[in-house]
């Protein structure tokens, strides 16, 4: 999708919590492929929420880690940590609307809940909280959470890599939380502020966020923002089959830059996303040319449960 001035946007958003790995650099070099084989603008957001776990020192090495392998950006947008003035204008919308009620559980019920889970592994909230009266709420002493109604509406959508895809707002997400207890606004609110007011045309990022789109969605009509497209690629997994986090210290960028050219590692996840006949080093420029979202999409329908890296990045 390309905004009215026909230039594509698009942006990538880690959340500087630790050392950049190879499962999150996935996801940026193919949101940064995509945006510059069409010529488009690149928008780079720090999403740093969880401020417990958030420091500077790791987005500045973020950055630093892009910047080496080539991947550049036209824009750095506010980190979400300093954006709570605008979501909070958004979350009065929602609330004047008469879309917000307070939620009081517990984290113990809500853990205990036996209503089935969303496609995301969370559970779907039954509405315990949905129509308490003023008298109940304020029974109860403690500050509430707050979720925003959804109606029993299925929204459909193809995503760019997984394909066709569709859940029911009632039913398989539920009412969901918007801002939490303790005033902290949560992802699903955050994001689709910050891409609408960016004007990101294209969102991409692991599968595993794939059941975040309905709610979404659901924001993205209620603010009026234009949906973008989404691409949600298979999860990066280490060699050996398991799941990357940022405690795979062997995977780290910081690690892998001490180890190989950059043009190597290019090389590798160029092969890995199906971009590439091999796994031989290659510039960035070069792997732009060679892009595709149907070479990644075959490569997904292949590889459901994952893309192993190549066990060279850890023999190195």
């Not at 603008?41 to 950055?63: H, N, Q, V, W």
């Not at 969605?217 to 603010?223: A, D, P």
């Not at 997904?300 to 192993?308: D, H, Q, T």
Request: with cysteine; aromatic share 10%; net charge neutral.
């Amino acid at each position: 999708m390309r905004m009215e001035n026909g230039q594509i946007v698009g942006r990538f958003a880690p959340t500087p919590s630790g050392q950049m790995h190879l499962g999150n650099l996935f996801a940026g070099l193919l949101a940064w492929l995509s945006v510059r084989s069409q010529g488009g603008k690149m928008i780079l957001r720090m999403e740093d929420l969880d401020a417990e776990r958030c420091r500077e020192a790791y987005a500045d090495s973020i950055r630093r880690d892009l910047l080496w392998l080539g991947l550049d950006w036209d824009e750095e947008t506010q980190p979400q940590s300093q954006r709570g003035e605008i979501y909070q204008r958004y979350f009065v919308g929602l609330k004047e609307r008469g879309l917000l009620y307070p939620c009081y559980c517990t984290r113990s019920q809500l853990h205990a809940i036996g209503a089935p889970h969303s496609s995301d592994g969370t559970y779907v909230y039954p509405g315990t909280c949905r129509d308490l009266t003023p008298e109940a709420q304020g029974s109860f002493g403690r500050r509430p959470a707050w979720r925003v109604r959804v109606p029993d509406e299925t929204v459909f959508f193809t995503d760019g890599v997984q394909g066709a895809y569709q859940e029911n707002l009632l039913k398989d997400c539920g009412d969901f939380v918007v801002r939490r207890a303790d005033g902290i606004f949560v992802y699903q609110l955050a994001v689709v502020v910050d891409d609408g007011l960016a004007g990101v045309s294209e969102v991409v990022r692991g599968a595993d966020l794939l059941g975040s789109v309905a709610r979404q969605m659901y924001l993205q009509r209620l603010f009026g923002f234009v949906k973008p497209e989404y691409y949600h690629i298979p999860m990066a997994l280490a060699p050996d089959g398991r799941r990357l986090s940022k405690r795979d210290g062997d995977l780290s960028l910081a690690a892998l830059r001490q180890k190989m050219p950059k043009e190597k590692l290019l090389g590798f996840l160029g092969f890995a996303a199906g971009l590439l006949p091999s796994s031989e080093a290659i510039s960035v420029e070069e792997l732009t040319k060679a892009f595709s979202w149907e070479k990644v999409a075959r490569i997904a329908k292949e590889n459901p449960e994952g893309l192993r890296l190549p066990p060279e990045l850890i023999e190195v």
